[in-house]
């Protein structure tokens, strides 16, 4: 891990884990947009408004099923990751649903290389907790929008992620915010870093205020009937705290 900065740390992880990630997520994700663990769906939230015709940026795309659902609603997508076993799996998957979508193996970094493009929805599904400067990423992303643009993004929600499932007791401490980076050992005994971004609620919604965006609604969903991304999770503790935060944004 020496020597390398958070964003390739994020990408080794990413590419290491592409595999078994996708195999965990049921092809039903390509059919409606899933915002995230009993976070609901696009079906049920309408956040988005009609997406026929409308130009759509996708960020942290992994597999590519959101851009995939949506081009198959007539939207024409764009999906950007920063990883390249990522962006292998969401071509294969267009293919394989007969739909076009441009994939770019491309950083939250780097995405200024997409100007002067205009977006009419930019959205990003449990991706932005890996971004190392959101303050940069949502100046860019107001740039890209078209006007009445809609930015909307789901991320884990901060306060679900301070509560230890095994006892259900606050692990850590909401104002320790910032980069965190955990040591795993695998199955096949190989060693990985899996690193992230804690913010708090009021950290973001100032970088959105901050940014020129309109913050229009947040979003804590329950969707208690999650068979989709949904496994794994101690429902003991869902059933308090649902693990999914939205914030719908406008231009
Ligand atoms: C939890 S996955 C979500 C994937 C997809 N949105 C979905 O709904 O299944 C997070 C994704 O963010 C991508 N990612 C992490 N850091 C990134 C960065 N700096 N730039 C672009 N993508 C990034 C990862 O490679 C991964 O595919």
Known sequence: MSGKNSEEIIKEWWNSASEYYQKEISADKMTDVQYGPFGSSEGKLKLLGKINGKTVLELGCGGGQVSISLAKKGAVCTGMDISNKQIEFANKNAKKE????????????????LKPRKFDVIISIMALQYCTDLRVLLKNIRDLLSKDGIFVFSIEHPFYLLIDPKDMKI??????????????????????YFAHYDMKISDIVNIIIDSGLKLERIIEPFDKEDKIWGIGYRRALVNRIAPTIIFKCRK
């Open 98 to 113: 007969r739909v076009n979508v441009e994939f770019l193996e491309l950083p939250f970094s780097q995405i200024n290389r």
């Open 171 to 192: 692990k850590e401490s909401y104002f320790n915010s910032g980069l965190k980076v955990k040591k795993e050992k695998w199955p096949d005994k190989s060693i990985h």
